[in-house]
């Protein structure tokens, strides 16, 4: 069992910047791809970016490529998603996953075993 904890959310003006950490409750984190998500209200839950588990490989939704990066701490066993040039549209709860298996699936939230509760982002404009 994966525990995810979200931290780091909060308001912040349009083209500001916030970071958040994903800490994991794991031995062997460097085992799963760490993703993150985002649903707004009334709209479905996205794919932000997915990092595998040791680091040197990531993936970006074409909306947020350059201006956000996913890295992690294995030895911490924590993600982190730095948010840089924050748009309004980009209000949502954002959530961190987890799964272990192939890089192919790591855009499909229905590949992700373990979510975190989800740390509210609110961009004003």
């Known amino acids: 069992q994966v525990q995810l904890v979200e931290s780091g959310g909060g308001l912040v003006q349009a083209g500001g910047s916030l970071r958040l950490s994903c800490a994991a409750s794991?031995?062997?984190?460097?085992?799963?791809?760490m993703g993150w998500f985002r649903q707004a209200p009334g709209k479905e839950r996205e794919f932000v970016t997915a990092i595998s588990g040791s680091g040197r490989s990531t993936n970006y939704a074409v909306s947020v490529k350059g201006r956000f990066t996913i890295s992690r701490d294995n030895a911490k066993n924590t993600g982190y998603l730095q948010m840089n040039g924050q748009k309004p549209e980009e209000t949502a709860v954002y959530y961190c996953a987890a799964y272990s298996g192939s890089l192919s699936y790591w855009r499909a939230p229905g590949n992700y075993d373990y979510w975190g509760q989800g740390t509210q982002v609110t961009v004003s404009s």
């Open positions: 794991v031995r062997t984190f460097s085992s799963y791809i």
